[in-house]
């Protein structure tokens, strides 16, 4: 994959910087740690004893069979999800009950496996949804949409402009996204996540259902996001061509236990993985 960076995406990386939740973090050293945690829904467990930390600059993937409790996984660390048991530490916080709203305050913004956009509203109003935890100006200001409050909607619709030149969908900011292709949508979401600055971006399936040509430009976009904005990224994925390709660390799940975790050349030579997901053969 590595495709190589785009110059019309790299000028609008420099134009637009994620700054709203940085820190003082230094890249490599854990920005999220999930420890111990245990999810189950009635008598069902979806995750059991999980373990693992998030390095901020990474790109981290969680892979697995259906069923192996990955996206539950992504929905604890967002808050949708409180774990019955364990913790998870942010920026050094633990937090046991952190809420979905409380985590997109402090830099934690997502995707979703089935594309959840507001199918009659354009690509940039879906982009500005992203804005929201970012506005300081009351309701009041807002309404009246005078002084600072103009000022502010100008900045945001400024800081939209700038990702919606970044992920190359110039053509399509004023069309209805439920018009758009699939593969575009998918662009649209990833650009309503990156619209909260985040310090942190979930990201759950966001190759699936696309062609290769389509996966080649999410996976640039990915890396770019990355590798210009500085983003810690953590994804869910099928296709271990992209992981194997664009990922630095590999979580592995099956029936919601951990049963590897590392580079993905190590992850490939793990015998458990292999006969639990990748499918390879024993040698002999």
Do not use: C
Request: net charge negative.
């Amino acid at each position: 994959m590595n495709a190589p960076v785009d110059s019309k995406s790299l000028r609008a990386a420099e134009q637009f910087q994620l700054s709203a939740h940085q820190d003082d973090i230094a890249k490599g050293d854990v920005l999220l740690k999930v420890e111990n945690v245990s999810l189950s829904f009635g008598g069902v467990k979806a995750i059991s004893d999980i373990s693992f930390d998030v390095r901020k600059g990474e790109i981290r993937a969680i892979i697995g069979p259906n069923g192996a409790g990955k996206t539950s996984m992504l929905n604890v660390i967002n808050g949708f999800y409180h774990p019955q048991i364990g913790t998870i530490t942010y920026r050094g916080q633990p937090r046991h009950a952190m809420r979905s709203t409380e985590a997109a305050r402090q830099g934690i913004s997502r995707t979703f496996q089935n594309i959840a956009l507001f199918k009659g509203m354009s690509t940039l109003d879906n982009i500005m949804t992203g804005r929201i935890t970012l506005q300081k100006r009351n309701v009041f200001w807002q309404a009246l949409w005078h002084g600072p409050a103009m000022r502010e909607d100008i900045e945001h619709r400024r800081a939209v402009e700038h990702i919606i030149d970044f992920l190359e969908i110039q053509a399509i900011r004023h069309t209805p996204v439920g018009r758009l292709p699939y593969g575009l949508q998918k662009r649209v979401e990833l650009g309503r996540a990156l619209a909260a600055e985040p310090a942190l971006l979930l990201l759950d399936e966001p190759m699936a259902g696309m062609n290769l040509e389509e996966k080649e430009d999410m996976s640039r976009f990915i890396l770019d996001v990355n590798d210009q904005f500085g983003t810690t990224i953590a994804l869910i994925e099928h296709d271990m061509g992209v992981v194997m390709d664009i990922s630095d660390r590999v979580v592995v799940l099956d029936y919601g236990r951990k049963i590897g975790d590392g580079t993905p050349d190590e992850v490939s030579k793990n015998q458990d993985v292999i006969d639990a997901y990748l499918g390879v053969p024993h040698d002999e």
